[in-house]
């Protein structure tokens, strides 16, 4: 009989372990983004899998995002790229799904949404295509991946290497945090705490690093990266205003690149999703990767409509110029009790 079971610490190694025997499944599905949403956001988990023979077969990563600012919905899976269902028989996603309805059905939550990297599940809505992910294929052979980089991309790898910047590879989430937060602080958008980053740390402590760019030994670039099977993920990352002029963000994506290659033998990067129109997009492209749309599907209850919680909504522009104006003290202070409601 298959039986849908909700996650408990026991059973985390096996959940963990189909996960990452699922070629459909992402490093978003592990069982430790559960205690970080938790921990780090205040938002309730319903994490749980499909069992058949004693067996796990499938498995849902779901979080309740429930703010005043930015509404209510079921989300699989917040703060995370991808999501949704992965499952080894047709039966187990079906009842996996279907117990996803009647959870949104018995909570009174208006929105059910699937992040989806391939296609979106069928019979759903799906949110027009703003945002995209990029993935590529490395070798772990500096001088190969070296020249699959576009000529003029490359130009500013070079770039930075001749402006004497050096990287390091380590755990340190605060510098991380020091230099990632001043960056999303002129771009016009609340701040993560430190403490997010630092329960990232310990929730995959031997699947993250934190690459650091250093420019006459002061950090003006770094990014924390996550490992997943052969797969490298730079996930959260920034530059100071130097950056630009270094080069800094174009040698910080490069050392990822060739660390993750050559020491940990990956051979997929995944650049993460940026919004279309942005200049995180463009500068993807920039690289040789092609964008993917994500399929961002959704179901409604009746009445309900679908928030738009992007900086594209009109809505927010004035929001984002005034958070800009803000010092930055304040807006560390502010933006983690905002920002939990934007994941």
């Avoid at 959870?103 to 703003?130: I, K, N, Q, S, Y």
């Avoid at 590879?169 to 230099?179: G, P």
């Avoid at 997929?268 to 500068?283: E, H, I, N, P, V």
Wanted: net charge positive; charged share 25%.
């Amino acid at each position: 009989m298959l039986r849908i079971r909700e996650l408990e610490q026991g059973a985390s190694g096996a959940w963990d372990a189909f996960v990452r025997a699922t070629p459909e499944a992402t490093f978003f599905h592990l069982s430790p983004w559960r205690r970080v949403i938790e921990r780090a956001f205040g938002h309730r988990t319903h994490y749980v899998y499909a069992e058949q023979d004693g067996a796990i077969v499938g498995v849902l990563p779901l979080a309740r995002m429930r703010t005043l600012l930015f509404g209510d919905a079921l989300i699989s899976t917040p703060f995370c790229v991808y999501g949704g269902p992965v499952s080894a028989t047709p039966e187990a996603a079906q009842a996996l799904e279907s117990h996803a309805r009647e959870l949104m059905r018995r909570t009174g939550v208006p929105c059910l949404e699937f992040r989806r990297r391939d296609a979106a599940d069928a019979g759903w809505d799906e949110r027009p295509a703003l945002h995209h992910t990029f993935r590529r294929a490395i070798t772990g052979e500096a001088e190969a991946d070296m020249k699959a980089i576009p000529r003029k991309q490359r130009a500013m790898v070079r770039k930075g290497i001749a402006n004497g910047l050096r990287s390091v590879a380590n755990q340190d989430t605060r510098t991380l945090h020091h230099v990632y937060a001043r960056m999303v602080h002129a771009l016009g958008t609340p701040v993560f705490s430190a403490r997010y980053f630092r329960l990232l740390g310990e929730a995959f402590p031997a699947a993250h690093d934190v690459t650091t760019v250093l420019h006459e030994d002061r950090p003006v670039a770094a990014v924390l990266n996550f490992h997943f099977r052969d797969e490298v993920l730079p996930y959260y990352g920034g530059g100071t205003p130097a950056a630009r002029n270094l080069a800094a963000n174009d040698f910080l994506y490069w050392e990822v690149m060739r660390r993750a290659g050559a020491e940990r033998g990956a051979r997929l990067f995944d650049f993460g999703r940026s919004k279309a129109g942005t200049g995180a997009f463009d500068f993807k492209r920039n690289w040789g990767f092609e964008a993917q749309p994500l399929h961002y599907c959704y179901q409604l209850r009746e009445g309900a409509t679908l928030a738009e919680n992007n900086p594209a909504n009109p809505k927010f522009r004035l929001m984002i110029a005034a958070w800009r104006r803000l010092p930055l003290q304040v807006a560390n202070l502010l933006g983690p009790r905002i920002v939990r409601g934007l994941g």
